[in-house]
């Protein structure tokens, strides 16, 4: 028999499973020893669970069923489109206005700039390939700053919204954003020489990012995924959960579909600059359709089981855990939203004590985004492979590009699936030190590439690579309570459209000053930083090894609690602890006692 000083030695995990009655513990107890049906069945009644949000039909349907993942693909694919089109148009549109304006300097005749842009890889004119590689670094950087600032400021907002009163608003005012981003970037294909093309440009980072911004929206779609996942009680600490496999898989292929479209549309000859100009008006049209019809299938048929889990657990589910001195939780409203209380529950997320090393792995492991963040820039690759002695044409670099996505993608969709197969702890982290360890190859590759075929060799690279992000999505919500799960996912907004800005300002600029001697050092640099990430996972692997064990002991223990039916009321349940985001509290549900001391005082505490 298991004392409560034991009990006390033990982490716990913060999944949904831990709502539930004692009574249901013993019954799964029994199960589990006796592998009896008949057992399970005849008591099924009786296996309630206070904060679900579902019957056991619903269950089953949001098992079986999809909610966000059509949504997912949609956005999926139309990113897809704009990452790899979005620097191919820049570039071309910078080039016509900067020749348009220098016509006379450079002796060409104005109507043969744009066919002097879609040849312009083809030339052996250096000096205006470096002037428009420079501009176009130049206006970049300015984007970013823009798009930064915005982001920074409403994804906090957004992420302790969808805490304090569910998922499904703040998300849908996030697509709005995006459907008005894609909607001024398609308007800006129409403005090539008529008006600098990053003035629309930047209108548009600042009408998305002052709600969220894309990079917001993804990552709260992911918190309605691992809600679904904790509603269908596959969020162990030892378990890689189903549905956020799936939905990682639902992104890769979205993000493949939409870089096949992008290369099928830009492998076409143009015979004319019309012709061109007209593709990219075709790329964008594409990506603008299919993010109105996500936006479209938001309104209609998303479903938030969060706000269902804290409407039926009002004054149990704490969302800020403040205590006083003596660890009695501060009588406020749960519910209660401000934009200051929203940084506010971002820096509790950040900077709360945790149980062990938890919060340094956290926080470690967030700042790792921010470093793959900073190294994912297209725009460096396009302007590498535009220079000698590789002379890219745009098709080529579509085709190379699409070759990384098919086999990244295929990483993102396979790889979660097999790691599923296998038993040991920390898998998920373990899919990431091996996807980022791969991008450390990759980038020395691309450092010391003399041919285009030196190149290739990172193809194959890239389906490793394609692990980093399931394996991040998988492994963050398990380090915090459900209802800390879209302001952790804010942190990582914050670090996503950050570290864009930081490559902006430092690979860009690093970009410019080795570009004639040593082009390919910015890559070189990227290497070490990533080998760095890959040592300091393995440390967060060590520290977390652990608590991992401690919960699966947990998870598998046959007596969690006192079998003495004469102490334990029918309507007890187990609720988190306001002391200790990762403890668990029992206290009566529906008790009729007033002191709430007694009946705030934990069971089980972390360390």
């Not at 917001?216 to 009680?233: G, K, N, P, Y």
């Not at 639902?250 to 290369?263: D, E, K």
Request: with cysteine; proline share 4%; charged share 20%.
């Amino acid at each position: 028999m298991i004392t409560n000083a034991s009990i006390d030695s033990m982490s716990v995990i913060t999944n949904d499973s831990v709502w539930m009655t004692r009574r249901e513990w013993r019954l799964r107890t029994l199960f589990r020893r006796n592998h009896a049906r008949r057992l399970m069945e005849a008591n099924r009644s009786r296996l309630h669970r206070p904060d679900s949000s579902h019957s056991s039909s619903s269950t089953r349907r949001k098992c079986f069923g999809a909610n966000l993942e059509p949504a997912i693909f949609l956005y999926s694919f139309a990113a897809g489109i704009l990452i790899p089109i979005s620097s191919l148009f820049l570039f071309y549109a910078r080039c016509v206005e900067i020749l348009n304006e220098e016509t006379a300097e450079l002796g060409l005749d104005s109507s043969n700039v744009s066919e002097v842009c879609m040849n312009l890889d083809r030339l052996n004119d250096t000096r205006l390939m470096d002037q428009v590689e420079a501009d176009v670094t130049q206006w970049r950087i300015y984007t970013q700053i823009v798009a930064t600032i915005t982001v920074v400021i409403s994804s906090p907002i957004m992420g302790a919204w969808a805490d304090y009163s569910g998922r499904r608003n703040p998300i849908i005012v996030c697509a709005f954003g995006g459907v008005i981003y894609v909607f001024l970037q398609f308007l800006d294909t129409f403005m090539i020489a008529k008006m600098n093309v990053f003035y629309l440009w930047i209108a548009s980072e600042l009408s998305c990012g002052m709600v969220g911004g894309l990079s917001t929206l993804m990552s709260q779609s992911f918190a309605v995924v691992s809600d679904d996942a904790r509603a269908d009680h596959s969020f162990h600490s030892d378990s890689v959960p189903l549905r956020i496999t799936i939905a990682s898989a639902v992104q890769a292929f979205g993000n493949l579909m939409g870089s096949m479209s992008v290369s099928a549309i830009e492998g076409l000859e143009y015979k004319t600059a019309a012709d061109k100009v007209f593709a990219y008006q075709l790329c964008f049209g594409m990506s603008l359709f299919t993010i109105c019809l996500a936006f479209s299938y938001m309104i209609f048929f998303m479903r938030d089981s969060y706000k269902e889990v804290i409407d039926r657990n009002e004054g149990l589910l704490v969302i800020n855990e403040e205590v006083d001195e003596n660890g009695v939780l501060r009588e406020e409203s749960p519910r209660t939203f401000s934009p200051f209380n929203s940084i506010k529950g971002l820096l509790e997320v950040a900077c709360m004590k945790r149980e062990g090393y938890l919060r340094f792995c956290l926080n470690f492991i967030v700042a790792s985004i921010f470093v793959e963040m900073m190294l994912f820039d297209t725009q460096i690759t396009c302007l590498f492979v535009k220079r000698p002695p590789f002379e890219w044409s745009d098709a080529t670099f579509s085709n190379f590009f699409l070759m990384r996505f098919i086999f990244l993608t295929s990483g993102m969709a396979l790889l979660p699936f097999i790691i599923r197969q296998m038993s040991f702890l920390g898998r998920e982290l373990y899919m990431v030190i091996f996807g980022i360890g791969s991008n450390v190859a990759i980038n020395m590759i691309m450092a010391f590439a003399k041919n285009s075929r030196q190149l290739l060799w990172t193809v194959p690279l890239s389906f490793p690579a394609g692990a980093i992000a399931p394996g991040f999505r998988i492994l963050l919500p398990k380090l915090v309570p459900q209802q800390q799960t879209s302001r952790m996912f804010s942190m990582v907004t914050w670090v996503m459209v950050v570290g864009p800005m930081f490559s902006a300002l430092i690979f860009n600029n690093v970009y410019k000053a080795t570009m004639a001697s040593w082009p390919g050092f910015v890559f070189f640099l990227q290497g070490v930083l990533c080998a760095g990430v890959v040592v300091g996972l393995c440390i967060v692997h060590y520290l977390l090894r652990p608590l991992w064990q401690r919960d699966t002991i947990l998870l598998d223990q046959d007596l969690l609690l006192p079998v003495d039916d004469d102490i334990l009321d029918e309507d007890q349940g187990i609720v988190f602890n306001p002391e200790c985001e990762r403890s668990l509290s029992v206290t009566a549900v529906n008790s009729e006692e007033e002191d709430s001391a007694e009946r705030a005082r934990p069971v089980i505490n972390s360390i």
